[in-house]
């Protein structure tokens, strides 16, 4: 029988700490309130970049009330949500101004790639973050009405798009672009997960078997034509992990455990150069010889994961082992707050 894999931890840009508040984004007086706020908040983004004040540092927040001279530079605010406190939080994009010209605007010192401060931010910031870089990158993206080609102009708080044409009107939301990626693993013999190098990407890096859901196809069906057309294995058993939040520029990461049917690999050679069976020493050998650069990514959470079911969870596993403890007793210590509240 299947080992039954650990519950997973809450994953990065997962668990949104702010109230979105969505049934009051239509109704303008309530958000000309919450924009009068105390503690009202905007965050500034260009081009999908966070704005820093300095090296190191985090990203530029400012408060609502002074930040006139920016907003009438920006695009129209969009609403993310209400902290704790009741107060708002609103992003802006700076993406219509060169780079200069925004950083001045905000006062940081430079602009970095969102990512990339995503070990140096707690689990909701880097959430709310991500989350603002995913609506501003769609209203850029939707400035026009695919069904008639009118202008689009926002709606309800930034959370909607309405096209302006005669006569369609329609009604535009937000993108989402669900993917599976899945751990499969061998059907007999030693455990072993399938992994595969991506024919454009760098010589050496292994990763997990991904892909787009298609139009009228199941999570289940997507992972197994996913694995089938990929590397030619056939998979049988799938089960649902968890899930997360990916805003590069819109996905949403579905993972899954699969257990294959044969172990005979043909890669496509299209999208995969090689595929490969890996042991879970081999798999802790190639995490500790090549560190990811960014550790925000369910791919890695499903690999780690296996690698702890064979106690080979040695430096880098039994880090994440830990944070996930911590992270889960964080979580129960903020739930029983708000109870007590």
Same mark, same amino acid.
């Given at each position: 029988?299947?080992?039954?894999?650990?519950?997973?931890?809450?994953l990065?840009? &997962?668990?949104?700490?702010?109230?979105?508040?969505?049934?009051?984004?239509?109704?303008?007086?309530?958000?000309?309130?919450?924009r %009068?706020r105390?503690?009202?908040?905007?965050?500034?983004?260009?081009?999908?970049?966070?704005?820093?004040?300095a090296? *190191?540092?985090?990203p530029?927040?400012?408060? @609502?009330?002074?930040? %006139?001279?920016?907003?009438?530079?920006a695009?129209?605010?969009?609403?993310?949500?209400?902290?704790?406190? *009741?107060?708002?939080?609103?992003?802006?994009?700076?993406?219509?101004?060169?780079?200069?010209?925004? %950083? &001045?605007?905000a006062?940081?010192? =430079? &602009?970095?790639?969102?990512r990339?401060?995503?070990?140096?931010?707690?689990? !909701?910031?880097?959430?709310?973050l991500?989350?603002?870089?995913? @609506?501003?990158?769609?209203?850029?993206?939707?400035q026009?009405?695919?069904?008639?080609?009118?202008?689009?102009?926002?709606?309800?708080?930034?959370?909607?798009?309405?096209?302006?044409?005669?006569?369609?009107?329609?009604?535009?939301?937000?993108?989402?672009?669900?993917?599976?990626?899945?751990?499969? #693993?061998?059907?007999?013999?030693?455990?072993?997960?399938?992994?595969a190098?991506p024919?454009?990407?760098?010589? *050496?890096?292994?990763?997990?078997?991904?892909?787009?859901? !298609?139009?009228?196809? *199941?999570?289940?069906d997507?992972?197994?034509?996913?694995?089938?057309? #990929?590397?030619?294995?056939?998979?049988?058993?799938?089960?649902?992990? +968890?899930?997360?939040?990916?805003?590069?520029?819109?996905?949403?990461?579905? +993972?899954?455990?699969?257990? =294959?049917?044969?172990?005979?690999?043909?890669?496509?050679?299209?999208?995969?150069?090689?595929?490969?069976?890996?042991?879970?020493?081999e798999?802790?050998?190639?995490? +500790?010889?090549?560190?990811?650069?960014?550790?925000?990514?369910?791919?890695?959470? @499903? @690999?780690?994961g296996?690698?702890?079911?064979?106690?080979?969870v #040695?430096?880098?596993?039994?880090?994440?082992?830990?944070? /996930? /403890?911590?992270?889960?007793?964080?979580?129960?210590?903020?739930?029983?707050?708000?109870?007590?509240?």
């Amino acid at each position: 029988m299947t080992q039954a894999p650990p519950a997973f931890p809450r994953l990065p840009y &997962t668990g949104l700490a702010l109230d979105r508040a969505s049934g009051h984004r239509g109704d303008g007086a309530w958000l000309d309130a919450v924009r %009068a706020r105390a503690g009202t908040r905007l965050i500034p983004l260009w081009r999908d970049r966070c704005l820093v004040t300095a090296a *190191g540092a985090g990203p530029v927040t400012l408060p @609502l009330a002074g930040a %006139a001279d920016l907003l009438a530079a920006a695009d129209p605010p969009v609403f993310l949500g209400l902290d704790e406190s *009741g107060a708002g939080v609103f992003a802006a994009d700076l993406s219509a101004l060169d780079e200069a010209a925004a %950083a &001045t605007l905000a006062g940081a010192a =430079a &602009t970095v790639d969102t990512r990339s401060l995503f070990a140096a931010l707690d689990a !909701d910031q880097a959430t709310a973050l991500a989350y603002a870089r995913g @609506l501003l990158r769609w209203h850029r993206d939707q400035q026009f009405c695919g069904r008639c080609g009118a202008q689009a102009q926002p709606d309800q708080a930034g959370h909607q798009r309405t096209c302006t044409g005669a006569g369609c009107g329609k009604l535009l939301f937000p993108r989402i672009e669900p993917a599976v990626i899945t751990l499969v #693993e061998a059907p007999a013999g030693p455990p072993r997960c399938l992994l595969a190098r991506p024919a454009n990407g760098p010589d *050496g890096v292994w990763s997990l078997i991904a892909g787009f859901v !298609d139009v009228g196809e *199941g999570l289940e069906d997507a992972v197994r034509r996913e694995v089938a057309e #990929e590397t030619g294995v056939s998979v049988g058993e799938v089960r649902y992990l +968890g899930s997360q939040a990916w805003p590069y520029p819109a996905g949403l990461m579905i +993972g899954f455990r699969a257990v =294959a049917t044969v172990e005979d690999i043909t890669p496509d050679l299209a999208e995969v150069a090689e595929a490969r069976w890996a042991t879970r020493p081999e798999l802790a050998a190639y995490l +500790g010889e090549r560190p990811r650069r960014y550790r925000d990514s369910i791919g890695l959470y @499903l @690999l780690e994961g296996w690698l702890e079911e064979g106690q080979l969870v #040695e430096g880098r596993g039994a880090a994440w082992t830990d944070e /996930r /403890r911590g992270a889960t007793k964080e979580r129960r210590r903020s739930e029983e707050g708000r109870q007590r509240a």
